[in-house]
């Protein structure tokens, strides 16, 4: 499944290269750049082990203080307001194209299409629950026992779906590239605000080079500033209906 980085022949640049102004043209551009310049970037030594660490620890800590008394009441929520398990399991595209099931809060009523549709904003599948799970990416939280498993990591490009990863790999120049790292419960593109429905190709081009923005400097310190951005926008986003003004 690994996508090869680098091109069959060189592109010369000169002092007097003018950057295209459009954005398609910038986007193409943009991946050419990024072509050019991933290699073969490896993070220091001491990354992966500590990342590891970081993973378990973050997890297990998250599990045992908050979703140990926190799922009960979001099960019970689940239950009382639409029929239905109380998880909602999904194949997902993982490290090399690995597949495996992603576990999240369900949020929709049952469905035909919950595996090839993606869910858009005021969606009818959503349930009154539901829409506030997404909106505070409380839905996500069951991944961090995808973390344990290691299946992911709490950083990395977000996993996609089995129909999605087929598709956009066709169509979307170095898709690929992102499966060449774990996939994440947050990463650059998330902080970036690139969230939730996929309405245009420019839009998830974007995406793309966030991720493969973060392949090319992985570091502890940027894993950490991107947990940081992470839970600041989580906070605000639970705090919001109780601080916004009437």
Same mark, same amino acid.
């Given at each position: 499944?690994?996508?090869?980085? !680098?091109?069959? &022949? %060189? *592109?010369?640049?000169?002092? $007097?290269?003018?950057? =295209?102004?459009?954005? #398609? ?45 926190? !799922?009960?009441? &979001? %099960? *019970?929520?689940?239950?009382? $307001?639409?029929?239905? =398990?109380?998880?909602? #399991? ?45 909106? !505070? ?110």
């Amino acid at each position: 499944m690994k996508q090869q980085a !680098t091109l069959d &022949i %060189a *592109i010369e640049r000169s002092a $007097t290269q003018v950057i =295209p102004q459009s954005d #398609i043209a910038n986007i193409r551009y943009m991946f050419r750049e990024m072509n050019q310049q991933y290699l073969d970037h490896q993070p220091a030594s001491y990354y992966f082990a500590v990342k590891r660490i970081m993973d378990v620890a973050i997890s297990a800590a998250f599990i045992t203080l908050i979703m140990s008394w926190l !799922t009960p009441i &979001i %099960a *019970i929520l689940i239950k009382l $307001t639409s029929k239905g =398990p109380v998880f909602f #399991i999904q194949k997902r595209t993982g490290y090399m194209g690995v597949e495996f099931n992603c576990f999240k809060f369900r949020t929709m009523y049952l469905n035909d299409e919950a595996d090839i549709q993606q869910v858009s904003i005021n969606d009818k599948r959503i349930t009154t629950i539901g829409k506030f799970l997404r909106l !505070t990416h409380l839905d996500e939280t069951p991944q961090f026992f995808n973390v344990i498993l290691g299946e992911m990591s709490v950083v990395g490009p977000r996993p996609h779906m089995i129909y999605h990863t087929r598709y956009y790999s066709e169509c979307i120049p170095y898709y690929n590239l992102r499966l060449e790292v774990q996939p994440g419960m947050t990463g650059m593109a998330q902080i970036k605000d690139y969230i939730g429905e996929i309405s245009v190709e420019r839009e998830l081009r974007k995406r793309i080079q966030w991720d493969i923005y973060y392949m090319k400097n992985r570091s502890v310190l940027l894993d950490l500033k991107i947990l940081v951005s992470t839970a600041g926008s989580v906070i605000s986003k639970i705090l919001q209906p109780f601080t916004r003004k009437k």
